[in-house]
């Protein structure tokens, strides 16, 4: 079965990938790793029938998200991550919400495949692009229009928080800030 | 056996645990920002298959808003990253306890 191939390929990448993307310190290579995850997506929602989206995934993650990421990663110069100094507890937190995510998943897919299957109508237009766009623009077009005005949102409040401010109060913040981190040097 | 929707929606449920995880065990603000965008991607192929699965156009639309929604996320989120690391030439989320004192 080809179908099925597919699948568990991309499921195995895409899981592979998200795994390295946690574990690695370096945010350069969990940026990579994440654009796989995308990418492996991508070719999953080809195989459900969504040419659409998956054009689309690759467009805006793989391409416009994730550029700016590497971006702000190679304009910050990230040093390494440094090891875990938090509390004990998140350890604990993070472990216990994990199992528990784990167990609603298997619950979620015990209880998908108990009930009865449905099968995919082969004659579905759903999916295509043109379908896509007459409902976006006829029985969602309200969403859409506040889509519009929240990316104009997005933009206008990117632009204000990235400026660099003309007050000096906030080049003394630096300044007290490399100060500080000298004297810990020094001790 | 032929993928079912409950291997998809297993699939998104494990993608979804890997970033909740790591939101929580990563420090760097740049590292939790992607084990959002995992997330935002995991609960995406659950309304993809749903809408393969009940031949339904509106999952796939209300993917395309969750992905505009990511985009204007991602823009105002590394402003903000990038703000803070101007202010504590870091971006550990540990370093962001200005407002504790």
Redesign the interface.
């Known amino acids: 079965?080809v179908?099925?191939a597919l699948?568990?390929l991309f499921?195995g990448l895409?899981?592979a990938c998200?795994?390295s993307?946690?574990y690695h310190r370096n945010?350069l290579y969990?940026?990579i790793s994440?654009v796989g995850?995308?990418i492996s997506?991508s070719c999953?929602?080809v195989?459900?029938?969504?040419p659409?989206?998956a054009a689309?995934?690759i467009l805006?993650?793989a391409g416009?998200?994730m550029v700016?990421?590497v971006f702000?990663?190679m304009?910050?110069n990230?040093e390494e991550?440094?090891p875990?100094?938090?509390l004990r507890y998140?350890w604990a937190?993070?472990?216990g919400?994990?199992v528990l995510?784990?167990g609603?998943?298997?619950f979620?897919?015990w209880a998908?495949?108990r009930a009865p299957?449905?099968a995919?109508?082969p004659n579905?237009t759903?999916?295509k692009t043109m379908?896509?766009g007459r409902?976006?623009y006829t029985e969602?077009l309200l969403?859409v229009e506040i889509?519009g005005i929240?990316?104009l949102?997005?933009?206008i409040?990117?632009?204000?928080?990235?400026r660099?401010l003309a007050q000096p109060q906030?080049e003394l913040?630096?300044d007290r800030?490399?100060e500080r981190?000298n004297l810990d040097d020094e001790e | 056996?032929?993928?079912?929707?409950?291997?998809?929606?297993?699939?998104s449920?494990?993608?979804?645990?890997?970033?909740?995880?790591?939101v929580?065990?990563?420090?760097?603000a740049?590292?939790m920002?992607?084990?959002i965008?995992?997330m935002l991607?995991a609960v995406?192929?659950t309304f993809?298959?749903f809408?393969?699965?009940?031949?339904?156009?509106?999952g796939?639309?209300f993917?395309?808003?969750v992905?505009?929604?990511?985009?204007?996320?991602?823009?105002?989120g590394?402003?903000?990253?990038?703000?803070f690391?101007?202010?504590?030439?870091s971006?550990?989320v540990?370093d962001a306890s200005m407002m504790k004192n």
Do not use: W
């Not at chain 1, 195989?47 to 969504?50: D, K, Q």
């Open positions: 079965m179908g099925t699948f568990f499921a895409a899981i998200a795994i993307m946690v945010p969990s940026a994440l995850v995308f997506l999953i929602y195989t459900l029938a969504a659409f989206i689309v995934q805006i993650y416009a998200i700016l990421v702000v990663i304009l910050l990230l991550d440094r875990m100094q938090r998140l937190l993070g472990g919400l994990g995510l784990l609603q998943t298997f979620i897919f998908v495949m299957q449905q995919v109508d579905t759903a999916g379908d896509i409902a976006m969602y969403p889509v929240l990316l949102m997005a933009i409040g990117s632009v204000i928080l990235a660099r906030l913040v630096v800030e490399e981190r | 056996m032929e993928p079912t929707l409950a291997s998809y929606l297993a699939l449920g494990i993608l979804f645990t890997i970033g909740c995880v790591g929580i065990f990563k420090r760097n740049i590292g920002f992607m084990c965008e995992l991607n995406n192929l993809v298959a809408s393969r699965y009940y031949a339904d156009t509106t796939q639309l993917v395309f808003m992905m505009s929604v990511a985009a204007a996320e991602a823009a105002v590394l402003g903000i990253i990038i703000a690391y101007r202010n504590r030439l971006v550990d540990d």
